[in-house]
Structure formats: C-alpha cells, structure tokens
C-alpha cells in the first residue's frame, strides 16, 4: 500500500523525505529542498556550503506513536562580506526555527501541558490573577 507523507505529514512540503522508519516511534529522514537560504541577519541569499548536520525534531504522535523528524541542514556561509554572520543555518519555514522541537509540537505541548493544571496552579501565574 502507498501512503503519501505530504497527505500524513502536510508540514514536511518544504522538504524532500530520503526514508521513512517505523520503530517504536515513526522515524522520517529529510533534507531540505532549496538550493539556497537568507541569510537571518542581511537577507543575503547564499548557496555555498559550509557544512551538514542533522537535527532531530520531534512532531507530534501519529497513531499512538511519537514522529521523529531526522532533518539534514546545511550551514551556509553569508555572501556578504561585511555581515556579522559569517555563516548561518539554514530554517525551513513551517517546520524548524531556532527552537529545537517542531513549532507545531511545541503549541501542541503547551496547550496539553496548561489544560491540565488549574489557573491557580500554573507556575509563575500569580494567584490574584485567577
């Protein structure tokens, strides 16, 4: 049976899916699928390469079973020469940041984490404020 991953995974569109593993959690491997990047702090878009690394995202659980995303990024070098940035990495927009977990995941958590605890009882959230 086919199954289409931008149909399950609609937010990995920006990215190309090298394999797909199923363990105990559903393991997607990727790379982004740009030629190049802006550069975050001139805009500058660069193609040259510094060097690869894998980050690990996870996503949200999909059929009782936790999705872990194994992203490829590239480190790029800025193309201009006077930007404080000599080298950046590269975002995928929709999918990474410069959190360590996938945006979606992190409102995910959030909002399971405070529905279940009482006003009062929320951490740092002052009592006359409920």
């Given amino acids: 049976m086919y ?6 995974l609609p937010h990995l569109t920006n990215v190309i899916a090298t394999g797909v593993e ?3 959690a559903l393991e997607v491997s990727a790379r982004t699928r740009s030629t ?22 996870a996503d949200t659980a999909m059929g009782g079973r936790p999705v872990l995303i ?10 201009t020469a006077t930007c404080p940035a000599v080298t950046f990495a590269e975002q995928v ?16 958590c959030w909002r399971e984490s405070v529905s279940r605890w009482p006003v ?8 006359t404020w409920a």
């Fill in 3 to 8: 199954l289409s991953l931008p149909l399950l």
């Fill in 22 to 24: 199923l363990t105990s």
């Fill in 36 to 57: 190049g990047a802006a550069c975050p702090r001139c805009g500058s878009v660069s193609r040259r390469v510094h060097s690869r690394y894998l980050r690990q995202l």
């Fill in 70 to 79: 194994k992203l490829q990024v590239r480190r790029l070098f800025c193309a």
């Fill in 93 to 108: 927009p929709g999918l990474t940041s410069r959190m360590r977990v996938a945006p979606r995941y992190c409102a995910h």
């Fill in 120 to 127: 009062a009882q929320v951490p740092g959230w002052p009592r």
